[in-house]
């Protein structure tokens, strides 16, 4: 279940050796259908979008001490986001974490133990352009970047409520999506990063899954 904790009483909920999985994408690429079908794995847990890991690493880096860790989990535990989990998580069980992994690893273990899973997933599609940093937190994270036909992708991202109102602007998020996350991902060791793309996965998804 990511990393260990150095030092402590033991901070995860679920101990395991498990490698988290992201799944990031463009926008209306298909990140939501690929989580459902990961998720439906018995072994792997996937909560809600989090949205919060890469910028919160940034900002506050590895807890130097309990308060710091504390805090920490506090103000993730505090993230609207987050709080749609319903996890029944106490501040203090971040007390022993001096990584932001076992940060990151003891929340998404809450929720992978209530599914009664060993390993825990993310989804978040902007992700796609923070491969680096979840690489830096997890050096063991495995990326699964799903990639629309950039036609479907940005007419559908024109029109949603969120996205940017036109085609053109979709597009050309489409693109630096997705060179970001193959950039990325071409830096990766083999194994650490894999694309999939959506129209394949809707035609054989059994065999994309495999």
Aim: charged residues 20%.
């Amino acid at each position: 279940m990511g990393q260990s904790n150095r030092g402590g009483t033991g901070t995860s909920t679920i101990e395991s050796i498990e490698r988290p999985l992201f799944i990031v994408g463009s926008p209306r690429s298909g990140t939501g259908l690929l989580r459902n079908l990961v998720r439906s794995h018995p072994r792997i847990s996937i909560p809600g979008e989090s949205h919060f890991i890469p910028h919160f690493y940034e900002s506050h880096g590895d807890p130097a001490n309990a308060d710091e860790a504390i805090q920490l989990g506090r103000k993730i535990l505090q993230f609207s986001r987050i709080q749609k989990w319903g996890l029944d998580l106490a501040v203090e069980e971040f007390r022993d974490c001096r990584r932001y992994s076992d940060v990151i690893a003891l929340l998404f273990s809450k929720w992978a133990m209530i599914e009664g899973k060993p390993r825990w997933g993310d989804k978040t599609p902007h992700y796609v352009r923070h491969i680096p940093t979840l690489v830096r937190i997890f050096s063991n994270a495995q990326v699964l970047h799903i990639i629309r036909d950039p036609r479907a992708a940005s007419r559908s991202w024109s029109m949603h409520p969120y996205g940017p109102g036109n085609v053109y602007s979709a597009a050309s998020q489409w693109n630096d999506n997705v060179n970001a996350g193959r950039k990325a991902g071409s830096k990766l060791n083999q194994g650490a990063y894999m694309e999939i793309r959506y129209e394949q996965l809707l035609e054989d998804p059994s065999t994309i899954m495999m």
